[in-house]
C-alpha cells in the first residue's frame, strides 16, 4: 500500500512542528531509518532543509535491531574485538546531530537469536554511548507500516498503514 503524500506530509508536520519543537537553521537533524521509510525520509528531509537546517540521512541495514550502531552481520560474522571497533566518525555524527529522528519498522528478530551471551552485551555496550547521545537531544522515534508489522499484528498490511497513518497524524 502508498501512503498518500498528503498524509505523510501532515505525519511530517506533526514530527517537526510538535515533537522536535520546530526546526531552525543551526539544527543538524539526524533522520534514521531502513530504506523502506524513504517516503517519510524525503518529505523530512525536504521540510529540515527548506527551513535552513541540516538533514543527516542516516540510512540503516535490514538487519540493523532498533536502530543500534551495529547489526546483526557483525553478530553473526565478526569477533568482539569488530563490535568493540566502532568509527570514530559515527560518534562525532551524533555529537554534531542536535534533534534526532528514529523511523523503526519491522525487525528481522531471527538474525539476533542464538547469540552468545558475550556477543550480546559486547553489542549492548558498544550501541550504550551512542545511545545516551540521542537521549540527549530532542527526538522522536516513529514506525513505518510495512508488511512484516502488519503481519506481527495479525492484519493486513492496508488496514495496518490506515490505522498507524490516523494514529500519526492526529493534531495534538
Avoid at 514530527?15 to 526546526?23: A, E, H, Q, S
Avoid at 550504550?128 to 514506525?143: C, G
Amino acid at each position: 500500500m502508498v501512503i498518500d503524500t498528503e498524509d505523510v506530509n501532515k505525519w511530517a508536520d506533526i514530527i517537526r512542528d510538535y515533537f522536535l519543537g520546530g526546526i531552525v537553521p543551526g539544527d543538524v537533524v539526524m533522520i534514521k531509518g531502513k530504506r523502506m521509510a524513504s517516503p517519510l525520509i524525503s518529505i523530512l528531509q525536504d521540510k529540515i532543509f527548506s527551513a535552513g537546517a541540516i538533514a543527516d540521512i542516516n540510512i540503516i541495514a535490514p538487519d540493523n535491531y532498533r536502530g543500534q550502531v551495529w547489526g546483526a552481520s557483525i553478530a553473526r560474522c565478526g569477533s568482539v574485538e569488530q563490535i568493540q571497533r566502532i568509527p570514530k566518525w559515527h560518534r562525532f555524527r551524533y555529537e554534531a546531530m542536535t534533534k534526532y529522528i528514529e523511523i523503526m519498522e519491522a525487525e528481522i528478530q531471527e538474525l539476533f537469536e542464538n547469540l552468545s551471551k558475550e556477543t550480546a552485551i559486547e553489542l549492548a555496550k558498544a550501541d550504550l554511548p551512542h545511545r545516551q547521545l540521542k537521549l540527549s537531544k530532542l527526538w522522536v522515534i516513529t514506525i513505518f507500516p510495512t508488511k512484516a508489522c502488519a503481519d506481527m499484528g495479525g492484519m493486513a498490511l492496508d488496514k495496518f498503514t490506515k490505522i498507524i497513518v490516523r494514529a500519526l497524524t492526529i493534531v495534538p
